[in-house]
Protein backbone atom coordinates (compact mmCIF):
# COMPACT_ATOMS: atom_id res chain seq x y z
CA UNK A 1 0.00 0.00 0.00
CA UNK A 2 1.08 3.66 -0.61
CA UNK A 3 2.90 5.30 2.74
CA UNK A 4 -0.02 7.63 2.46
CA UNK A 5 -3.37 5.12 2.69
CA UNK A 6 -2.63 2.49 5.46
CA UNK A 7 -5.58 0.26 5.55
CA UNK A 8 -6.37 -1.91 8.44
CA UNK A 9 -8.71 -4.87 8.33
CA UNK A 10 -10.47 -5.82 11.90
CA UNK A 11 -12.18 -9.08 12.28
CA UNK A 12 -13.66 -10.35 15.49
CA UNK A 13 -15.87 -13.29 16.31
CA UNK A 14 -18.45 -13.48 19.07
CA UNK A 15 -20.83 -16.15 19.90
CA UNK A 16 -24.89 -14.42 19.54
CA UNK A 17 -25.16 -12.36 22.83
CA UNK A 18 -22.42 -14.36 24.62
CA UNK A 19 -21.49 -11.82 27.70
CA UNK A 20 -24.51 -9.60 27.87
CA UNK A 21 -26.53 -12.50 30.12
CA UNK A 22 -25.94 -14.45 32.39
CA UNK A 23 -26.19 -17.78 31.36
CA UNK A 24 -24.66 -18.04 28.15
CA UNK A 25 -25.53 -17.57 24.67
CA UNK A 26 -29.37 -17.28 23.62
CA UNK A 27 -28.88 -18.90 20.44
CA UNK A 28 -25.95 -21.72 19.38
CA UNK A 29 -24.50 -20.52 16.33
CA UNK A 30 -21.51 -18.12 16.04
CA UNK A 31 -21.48 -14.93 14.96
CA UNK A 32 -18.62 -12.06 13.81
CA UNK A 33 -17.55 -9.12 13.09
CA UNK A 34 -15.53 -7.60 10.17
CA UNK A 35 -14.01 -4.36 8.61
CA UNK A 36 -11.86 -1.82 7.24
CA UNK A 37 -9.88 1.35 7.70
CA UNK A 38 -8.49 3.69 5.67
CA UNK A 39 -7.40 6.62 6.75
CA UNK A 40 -4.65 9.58 5.74
CA UNK A 41 -6.66 10.11 2.79
CA UNK A 42 -6.79 13.52 0.98
CA UNK A 43 -3.41 14.77 2.42
CA UNK A 44 -4.47 13.24 5.89
CA UNK A 45 -7.94 15.40 5.90
CA UNK A 46 -10.21 11.99 5.42
CA UNK A 47 -10.31 8.94 6.78
CA UNK A 48 -13.09 5.73 6.38
CA UNK A 49 -14.06 3.29 8.16
CA UNK A 50 -17.02 0.27 7.49
CA UNK A 51 -17.85 -2.34 10.08
CA UNK A 52 -19.85 -5.42 9.55
CA UNK A 53 -20.89 -8.08 11.20
CA UNK A 54 -23.03 -11.20 9.95
CA UNK A 55 -24.74 -13.87 13.07
CA UNK A 56 -27.57 -15.30 14.38
CA UNK A 57 -28.94 -12.62 17.09
CA UNK A 58 -32.74 -13.60 18.03
CA UNK A 59 -33.12 -16.37 20.85
CA UNK A 60 -34.38 -20.15 20.18
CA UNK A 61 -36.79 -19.53 22.98
CA UNK A 62 -38.83 -16.65 20.31
CA UNK A 63 -38.15 -18.15 17.05
CA UNK A 64 -37.22 -22.33 18.19
CA UNK A 65 -33.79 -23.79 16.16
CA UNK A 66 -34.88 -21.29 13.15
CA UNK A 67 -32.75 -18.58 15.22
CA UNK A 68 -29.79 -20.23 14.59
CA UNK A 69 -30.01 -20.12 10.89
CA UNK A 70 -31.62 -16.68 11.03
CA UNK A 71 -28.94 -14.08 9.90
CA UNK A 72 -28.87 -10.57 11.32
CA UNK A 73 -26.79 -8.50 8.67
CA UNK A 74 -25.86 -4.88 10.25
CA UNK A 75 -23.44 -2.42 7.59
CA UNK A 76 -21.90 0.77 8.96
CA UNK A 77 -19.91 3.12 6.89
CA UNK A 78 -18.22 6.17 8.19
CA UNK A 79 -15.98 8.97 7.57
CA UNK A 80 -14.58 11.91 8.95
CA UNK A 81 -13.50 14.87 6.81
CA UNK A 82 -11.12 18.24 8.39
CA UNK A 83 -12.24 21.14 7.02
CA UNK A 84 -10.28 23.42 8.59
CA UNK A 85 -7.92 23.42 11.55
CA UNK A 86 -10.86 24.24 13.65
CA UNK A 87 -13.74 22.50 11.77
CA UNK A 88 -14.28 19.03 11.19
CA UNK A 89 -17.13 17.14 9.20
CA UNK A 90 -18.38 13.41 10.43
CA UNK A 91 -20.89 11.34 8.58
CA UNK A 92 -21.67 7.62 8.95
CA UNK A 93 -24.57 5.58 7.21
CA UNK A 94 -26.69 2.22 8.46
CA UNK A 95 -28.33 -0.77 7.38
CA UNK A 96 -29.33 -3.47 9.13
CA UNK A 97 -31.48 -6.41 7.95
CA UNK A 98 -32.60 -9.19 10.27
CA UNK A 99 -34.00 -12.78 8.66
CA UNK A 100 -35.62 -13.80 11.75
CA UNK A 101 -37.48 -10.41 12.55
CA UNK A 102 -38.15 -9.56 8.95
CA UNK A 103 -37.14 -6.51 9.74
CA UNK A 104 -34.77 -3.81 8.44
CA UNK A 105 -33.56 -0.12 9.53
CA UNK A 106 -31.30 2.23 8.20
CA UNK A 107 -30.28 5.69 9.33
CA UNK A 108 -27.95 8.65 8.71
CA UNK A 109 -26.00 10.57 11.27
CA UNK A 110 -24.19 13.90 10.64
CA UNK A 111 -21.53 15.39 13.18
CA UNK A 112 -19.69 18.54 13.04
CA UNK A 113 -17.43 19.60 15.61
CA UNK A 114 -15.82 23.88 15.13
CA UNK A 115 -13.12 24.75 18.00
CA UNK A 116 -14.01 28.24 18.99
CA UNK A 117 -11.58 28.78 21.44
CA UNK A 118 -8.56 26.19 22.78
CA UNK A 119 -10.88 25.21 25.66
CA UNK A 120 -14.18 25.51 23.74
CA UNK A 121 -15.67 23.03 21.29
CA UNK A 122 -18.97 23.59 20.03
CA UNK A 123 -20.62 20.28 18.60
CA UNK A 124 -23.61 19.56 16.83
CA UNK A 125 -25.27 16.02 15.27
CA UNK A 126 -28.06 15.43 13.00
CA UNK A 127 -29.91 12.17 12.70
CA UNK A 128 -32.51 10.41 10.88
CA UNK A 129 -33.36 6.54 11.97
CA UNK A 130 -36.21 4.22 9.84
CA UNK A 131 -37.87 1.72 12.39
CA UNK A 132 -39.61 -0.35 9.68
CA UNK A 133 -41.37 -2.52 11.61
CA UNK A 134 -41.04 -0.90 15.22
CA UNK A 135 -39.48 -4.05 16.98
CA UNK A 136 -35.97 -2.27 17.26
CA UNK A 137 -36.92 1.19 18.73
CA UNK A 138 -37.85 -0.35 22.00
CA UNK A 139 -38.53 0.33 25.54
CA UNK A 140 -37.95 -1.97 28.28
CA UNK A 141 -40.55 -1.20 31.12
CA UNK A 142 -39.05 -3.72 33.89
CA UNK A 143 -35.62 -3.42 35.13
CA UNK A 144 -34.53 -6.69 33.98
CA UNK A 145 -36.54 -6.91 30.81
CA UNK A 146 -33.79 -6.23 28.54
CA UNK A 147 -32.42 -9.06 29.52
CA UNK A 148 -35.40 -11.17 29.68
CA UNK A 149 -35.52 -10.09 26.46
CA UNK A 150 -32.59 -11.01 25.25
CA UNK A 151 -33.47 -14.53 25.92
CA UNK A 152 -36.15 -14.50 24.41
CA UNK A 153 -38.11 -14.69 27.45
CA UNK A 154 -41.53 -12.95 28.17
CA UNK A 155 -41.38 -9.39 29.23
CA UNK A 156 -42.94 -5.98 28.93
CA UNK A 157 -41.77 -3.88 26.65
CA UNK A 158 -43.55 -1.13 24.67
CA UNK A 159 -42.64 -0.33 21.12
CA UNK A 160 -44.32 2.69 18.73
CA UNK A 161 -45.54 1.47 15.15
CA UNK A 162 -42.92 1.77 12.49
CA UNK A 163 -40.94 5.04 12.22
CA UNK A 164 -38.85 7.63 10.82
CA UNK A 165 -37.11 9.55 13.90
CA UNK A 166 -35.48 12.92 13.24
CA UNK A 167 -33.27 13.90 16.03
CA UNK A 168 -31.46 17.32 16.86
CA UNK A 169 -28.55 17.60 19.28
CA UNK A 170 -26.32 20.84 20.00
CA UNK A 171 -23.67 20.86 22.49
CA UNK A 172 -20.41 22.21 23.34
CA UNK A 173 -17.19 21.02 25.63
CA UNK A 174 -15.25 23.46 27.69
CA UNK A 175 -12.08 22.14 29.13
CA UNK A 176 -9.78 24.95 31.01
CA UNK A 177 -6.36 24.02 31.74
CA UNK A 178 -6.50 23.72 35.72
CA UNK A 179 -3.01 22.20 36.28
CA UNK A 180 -2.34 21.23 40.31
CA UNK A 181 -2.06 17.47 39.09
CA UNK A 182 -5.31 17.93 36.91
CA UNK A 183 -4.88 16.36 33.26
CA UNK A 184 -8.25 16.37 31.99
CA UNK A 185 -11.23 18.17 33.10
CA UNK A 186 -14.59 19.06 30.85
CA UNK A 187 -18.02 20.05 31.37
CA UNK A 188 -20.15 19.16 28.31
CA UNK A 189 -24.12 20.29 28.56
CA UNK A 190 -25.84 19.13 25.61
CA UNK A 191 -29.91 19.76 24.45
CA UNK A 192 -31.21 17.15 22.13
CA UNK A 193 -34.84 17.19 20.05
CA UNK A 194 -36.20 13.82 18.75
CA UNK A 195 -39.43 14.19 16.94
CA UNK A 196 -41.26 11.46 14.52
CA UNK A 197 -40.77 12.25 10.67
CA UNK A 198 -44.43 10.50 9.67
CA UNK A 199 -46.80 11.35 12.41
CA UNK A 200 -46.57 8.40 14.70
CA UNK A 201 -46.39 9.06 18.68
CA UNK A 202 -43.37 7.12 20.28
CA UNK A 203 -42.64 9.38 22.93
CA UNK A 204 -43.82 9.91 26.44
CA UNK A 205 -45.45 6.25 26.76
CA UNK A 206 -46.34 6.79 22.84
CA UNK A 207 -48.49 10.11 23.75
CA UNK A 208 -46.81 12.33 22.19
CA UNK A 209 -45.06 13.10 18.37
CA UNK A 210 -41.49 14.65 20.04
CA UNK A 211 -39.64 15.04 23.02
CA UNK A 212 -36.78 17.29 24.38
CA UNK A 213 -33.79 16.17 26.07
CA UNK A 214 -31.31 18.47 28.12
CA UNK A 215 -28.62 16.62 29.72
CA UNK A 216 -24.75 17.18 31.04
CA UNK A 217 -21.99 16.04 32.65
CA UNK A 218 -17.98 16.40 33.80
CA UNK A 219 -15.33 14.62 33.32
CA UNK A 220 -11.97 14.49 35.55
CA UNK A 221 -8.49 12.93 35.41
CA UNK A 222 -5.58 13.03 36.65
Known sequence: MAPDRPYRRIIRSGHGQSG???????????AGYFGLTASSLANGKLSLTYL?????????????????SAQRYWNDLSGSYKISDRLTFTGE???????GLHANTYSFVSYLSYQLTPTLLLNYRGEIY???????VTSFI???AYMQATLGKPTVTQSAPPTTYG????GATWRPVLGH???LFEIRPEVRFDRSLNGTRPFND???????TFGADAVLGF
Open 20 to 30: LVRGGDNNHTA
Open 52 to 68: GRVGPENSTRSLGQRAN
Open 93 to 99: LNFLHDE
Open 130 to 136: RDDTGLF
Open 142 to 144: ANN
Open 167 to 170: ALTL
Open 181 to 183: SVK
Open 206 to 212: LRNVGQF
